[in-house]
């Protein structure tokens, strides 16, 4: 997998709450048998609760294979970040609430990445919110 890289700005809910399907989402791609998945998802369910306006999901890449398609995570936990229609973030991140709150908070803001659009983000993504979409989650 391609070292991370945020992008440029143009399981199910981790959380009851279900923005808007336009608004942000934060999709993490794990595994059931990663320990350090595991106790990421109480950090992640956490900021779901702080972060009402972003749509938290939980991929399990075995569970839900189909999600990732051919996206090769090698990394956990692996982040995907979309504003709702574009994919800006797909990448590992640390396993601490800090880091992936920064990231949502500069991504959110438009500050310009300069990074080069990853087209497998994008498919990641489209077929995450069609799935999430779809299944009402």
Partial sequence: MP??????????????STPQPSG??????????????RDYRALFDTLAQAHPDVRFEWVDI????ELAGDLDVETFPTLLIADGRKAHFLGPLLPQAAVLDRLLATLRSGAPSGAATDPMAQ??????????TVAGA
Avoid: K
């Fill in 3 to 16: 070292s991370p890289a945020a992008l440029p700005v143009e399981s199910h809910a981790a959380t009851p």
């Fill in 24 to 37: 942000w989402w934060a999709v993490c791609l794990c595994a059931g048998w990663c320990g350090t998945c």
């Fill in 62 to 65: 075995e569970d839900e294979s």
């Fill in 123 to 132: 498919e990641v993504f489209d077929r995450v919110r069609a799935d999430r």
